[in-house]
T-cell receptor, first 113, second 116 residues
Framework: DAGVTQSPTHLIKTRGQHVTLRCSPI?????VSWYQQVLGQGPQFIFQ???????GRGNFPDRFSARQFPNYSSELNVNALLLGDSALYLC????????????FGSGTQLSVL | KNQVEQSPQSLIILEGKNCTLQ??????????LRWYKQDTGRGPVSLTI?????NTKSNGRYTATLDADTKQSSLHITASQLSDSASYIC???????????????FGGGTRVLVKP
């Protein structure tokens, strides 16, 4: 079975642009969470979606948005990119809304120049 | 503010030796504490998960301990191998009543380098 897949793996953008990151959860998993990991730090929670509804939001500005599709895949959108948005963006899927079984993808490395 | 602090920040050990990583947390109440291994440029992979009632959990050469009274956890790596070189992250999940789903609190990680 395929694990959590994220695309693209790497991305270079300039300040002010917007970006869309994509995530496909493990088959059968209905929960998708997004995390931002700045180099040298632990991941920070951005969003969780479960059954296509937002179930949690971290302390991130409104420039960050996300959605989940009927097939449970998800997109993370970031508008008006800033240099500080450069990070590894991780997607994690889980079969439950609140559960111990959390599986991470390999992430999308975003560089903002 | 709920926090998870890890020490040391980085560690160099010789292949075959043991090491212990520390995690102190202030998240309260909490549902479970997890240790993840993260290779450079990859997503974290779960090593152990412990609830507040569990004192120890093993996964091969990895053994995690938890003292819920002092809010401390440790991860012990036995007979280290070159493939153990990675970041090890301590993660605390708040209790289900307060948790917004998977709004986990991650520590900054300990970077372990195993040298031959």
């Amino acid at each position: 079975d395929a694990g959590v897949t994220q695309s693209p793996t790497h991305l270079i953008k300039t300040r002010g642009q917007h970006v869309t990151l994509r995530c496909s959860p493990i088959s059968g998993h209905k929960s998708v969470s997004w995390y931002q990991q700045v180099l040298g730090q632990g991941p920070q929670f951005i969003f969780q979606y479960y059954e296509k509804e937002e179930r949690g939001r971290g302390n991130f500005p409104d420039r960050f948005s996300a959605r989940q599709f009927p097939n449970y895949s998800s997109e993370l959108n970031v508008n008006a990119l800033l240099l500080g948005d450069s990070a590894l963006y991780l997607c994690a899927s889980s079969p439950e809304r609140v559960g111990k079984k959390l599986f991470f993808g390999s992430g999308t490395q975003l560089s903002v120049l | 503010k709920n926090q998870v602090e890890q020490s040391p920040q980085s560690l160099i050990i010789l292949e075959g030796k043991n090491c212990t990583l520390q995690c102190n947390y202030t998240v309260s109440p909490f549902s479970n504490l997890r240790w993840y291994k993260q290779d450079t440029g990859r997503g974290p992979v779960s090593l152990t998960i412990m609830t507040f009632s569990e004192n120890t959990k093993s996964n091969g050469r990895y053994t995690a301990t938890l003292d819920a009274d002092t809010k401390q956890s440790s991860l012990h790596i036995t007979a280290s191998q070159l493939s153990d070189s990675a970041s090890y992250i301590c993660v605390v999940s708040p209790s289900p009543e307060r948790a917004a789903g998977n709004k986990l609190t991650f520590g900054g990680g300990t970077r372990v380098l195993v040298k031959p």
